[in-house]
Nanobody, 117 residues
Framework: QVQLVESGGGLVQPGGSLRLSCAAS????????LGWYRQAPGKQREWVAR???????NAADSVKGRFTISRDNAKSTVYLQMSSLKTEDTAVYYC???????????WGKGTLVTVSS
């Protein structure tokens, strides 16, 4: 069982930056994948980015060039550095983890990011 706790959400103006963090605990082995989804009001949950244990990262086209995902294996923490934020980035951001490529997905409770002037 993996527990995930997100932090770093808040209110930011368009064009601003914010960094989200997600601390994982409860796993005896290295976590294979850590990443982020988001869900805007009235919309389906959308995949944002992920990083896997090899160091490879992927991001959705909608955030490429603006968002950067990284992880600190020693701290079992994944970060999402968000820059050039747009109003359409407003959403609840959920951290997720997988212990292997085909294992169950663990979810955090989410952190709200609001981009507004």
């Amino acid at each position: 069982q993996v527990q995930l706790v997100e932090s770093g959400g808040g209110l930011v103006q368009p064009g601003g930056s914010l960094r989200l963090s997600c601390a994982a605990s409860g796993s005896d082995s290295q976590i294979y994948a850590l990443g982020w989804y988001r869900q805007a009001p009235g919309k389906q949950r959308e995949w944002v980015a992920r990083t896997i244990s090899t160091g490879d990262t992927n991001a959705a086209d909608s955030v490429k060039g603006r968002f950067t995902i990284s992880r600190d294996n020693a701290k079992s923490t994944v970060y999402l550095q968000m820059s050039s934020l747009k109003t359409e980035d407003t959403a609840v951001y959920y951290c997720y983890a997988q212990l292997s490529a085909f294992s169950v997905v663990y979810w955090g409770k989410g952190t709200l990011v609001t981009v507004s002037s």
